[in-house]
């Protein structure tokens, strides 16, 4: 199964460090939008998105990336690292979801996890989740991307 995960991380790492992980349950190529190439996604059997939380939306870097995708069929994921938890009833990654729908894509499932976090207020203090992701969230991180491997249909 051909896969490449697309991937912002800016900040700590968090969000590579999960992508990583990802990418060795999928055999998979780990990519920032300004390298991942049309004709090979085009060609991926499954395709990942995912970046850190910044004032509670994905990073426009890669919003923006989706939103220039040519409109196709398409197999994908979308996956977040978060200093702070997630709203259940309105996820970080829901408008992403929605967006690669509105593009083509069979989105099979999402994952989230908190990170070590130095936004603002968190600077003064150190910032937040200092361990995390820890090795709880690697490993429910590489258990995810398992499931997609296994085509189980939708995993969240």
């Given at each position: 199964?051909?896969?490449?995960?697309?991937?912002?991380?800016?900040?700590?790492?968090?969000?590579?460090?999960?992508?990583?992980?990802?990418?060795?349950?999928?055999?998979?190529?780990?990519?920032?939008?300004e390298?991942?190439?049309?004709?090979?996604?085009?060609?991926?059997?499954?395709?990942g998105?995912?970046?850190?939380?910044?004032?509670?939306?994905?990073?426009?870097?890669?919003?923006?990336?989706?939103?220039?995708?040519?409109?196709?069929?398409?197999?994908?994921?979308?996956?977040?690292?978060s200093?702070?938890?997630?709203?259940?009833?309105?996820?970080?990654?829901?408008?992403?979801?929605?967006?690669?729908?509105?593009?083509?894509?069979?989105?099979?499932?999402?994952?989230?996890?908190?990170?070590?976090?130095?936004?603002?207020?968190?600077?003064?203090?150190?910032?937040?989740?200092?361990?995390?992701?820890?090795?709880?969230?690697?490993?429910?991180?590489?258990?995810?991307?398992?499931?997609?491997?296994?085509?189980?249909?939708?995993?969240?």
């Amino acid at each position: 199964m051909k896969t490449v995960i697309v991937c912002v991380s800016v900040s700590h790492g968090n969000t590579r460090r999960v992508a990583d992980r990802m990418a060795q349950v999928l055999n998979a190529e780990v990519v920032a939008p300004e390298q991942a190439d049309l004709a090979e996604l085009a060609g991926a059997d499954l395709v990942g998105f995912g970046s850190g939380v910044f004032y509670g939306r994905l990073h426009p870097r890669l919003t923006g990336f989706v939103e220039a995708l040519p409109a196709g069929p398409g197999r994908a994921f979308v996956f977040a690292t978060s200093g702070l938890p997630e709203f259940s009833p309105a996820p970080f990654t829901r408008p992403l979801v929605q967006l690669l729908e509105g593009r083509g894509f069979e989105v099979d499932g999402s994952f989230s996890c908190r990170a070590f976090d130095t936004w603002a207020p968190f600077k003064l203090v150190g910032g937040i989740n200092r361990q995390r992701p820890n090795a709880g969230d690697l490993a429910a991180a590489e258990a995810f991307a398992g499931r997609l491997r296994g085509g189980r249909g939708p995993v969240s």
